[in-house]
């Protein structure tokens, strides 16, 4: 009979929040592992109490979704927590906000209320890259990536190249004049730059922004001279019309619908 760990079992999953932040400034550079551990200890701090797996070595019951590459910006970033004491949402997002570092920003806490996992919501991504190149180059770029059926591109993995259709999840892409360098990576409103708008099917592989800009330098030669700066938007469900849907929305409808006072009847 295996051998079982000592005293009772943990505490149940009694509720889960979805909480939406976002990765800025310097704290885009941290890698995903590093904000797992960030994130850990600022629940700790914030007294939140969080459910833990059964087992020798419990691990806390938080699901990471559709998290952004080390060195990008984001305004979309979620993750599910499970908890073993009910807490109101709004009192946990200040509580954790309060506990992480600057940069790491809690936008928003809900209830998950609504069925289906939050990870089936995170279909697609809305990126911004600004490049310190001149519009008109970007946008012949631009289209000519677009013109193609597929563009392959090799990424580098820990098991060798790896080839990706660039192409094939890009959703919508459009090139705008803008302001801001992308020199050390952060806007700069003293040079005139060109800014691409991209909608991103989320597929597997995931397609990322730096791969779109390999697939740019392959159709077009396009080589931006400074390093780009890339923020997400946002993301979330696919509409019809190629925009993204605020995936936290189905639980806010939900509780919305819970809590609402039931209809007067009609005087007889």
């Known amino acids: 009979m295996p051998r079982q760990p000592d005293g009772p079992p943990p505490a149940p999953v009694v509720?889960?929040?979805?909480?939406?932040?976002?990765?800025?400034?310097?704290?885009?550079?941290?890698?995903?592992?590093?904000?797992?551990?960030?994130?850990?200890?600022?629940?700790?701090?914030?007294?939140?109490?969080?459910?833990?797996?059964?087992?020798?070595?419990p691990h806390p019951k938080i699901s990471y979704a559709g998290a952004a590459p080390t060195g990008v910006a984001s305004e979309a970033e979620y993750v599910e927590i499970g908890l073993q004491v009910r807490m109101p949402p709004a009192e946990v997002g200040t509580r954790l906000d309060a506990a992480l570092p600057p940069g790491l920003d809690v936008v928003e806490v809900v209830e998950a209320a609504a069925p289906g996992s939050l990870a089936d919501r995170l279909q697609a991504s809305h990126w911004r890259i600004t490049l310190g190149c001149p519009p008109e180059e970007v946008g012949r770029a631009v289209a000519a990536f677009l013109a193609e059926a597929?563009?392959?591109?090799?990424?580098?993995?820990?098991?060798?190249?790896?080839?990706?259709?660039?192409?094939?999840?890009?959703?919508?892409?459009?090139?705008?004049?803008?302001?801001?360098?992308?020199?050390?990576?952060?806007?700069?409103?003293?040079?005139?730059?060109?800014?691409?708008?991209?909608?991103?099917?989320?597929?597997?592989?995931?397609?990322?922004?730096?791969?779109?800009?390999?697939?740019?330098?392959?159709?077009?030669?396009?080589?931006?001279?400074?390093?780009?700066?890339?923020?997400?938007?946002?993301?979330?469900?696919?509409?019809?019309?190629?925009?993204?849907?605020?995936?936290?929305?189905?639980?806010?409808?939900?509780?919305?619908a819970d809590t609402a006072p039931a209809p007067t009847p009609p005087d007889m």
């Open 15 to 57: 509720q889960r929040l979805r909480v939406h932040y976002a990765k800025r400034d310097r704290l885009r550079f941290t890698s995903h592992r590093d904000f797992q551990r960030a994130l850990e200890r600022a629940l700790r701090r914030a007294g939140v109490p969080v459910a833990v797996s059964a087992g020798f070595t």
């Open 150 to 256: 597929t563009v392959t591109v090799e990424r580098i993995t820990r098991d060798g190249r790896r080839p990706i259709d660039a192409r094939g999840a890009v959703v919508s892409a459009s090139v705008a004049r803008g302001t801001g360098a992308s020199t050390g990576g952060e806007p700069d409103s003293e040079h005139h730059c060109a800014t691409i708008d991209l909608v991103v099917r989320h597929t597997i592989p995931a397609v990322r922004p730096d791969d779109v800009l390999a697939a740019l330098r392959q159709a077009a030669g396009l080589v931006p001279p400074e390093p780009p700066y890339v923020i997400r938007l946002a993301q979330g469900l696919l509409r019809e019309d190629g925009r993204i849907a605020d995936p936290l929305a189905p639980d806010r409808e939900a509780v919305t």
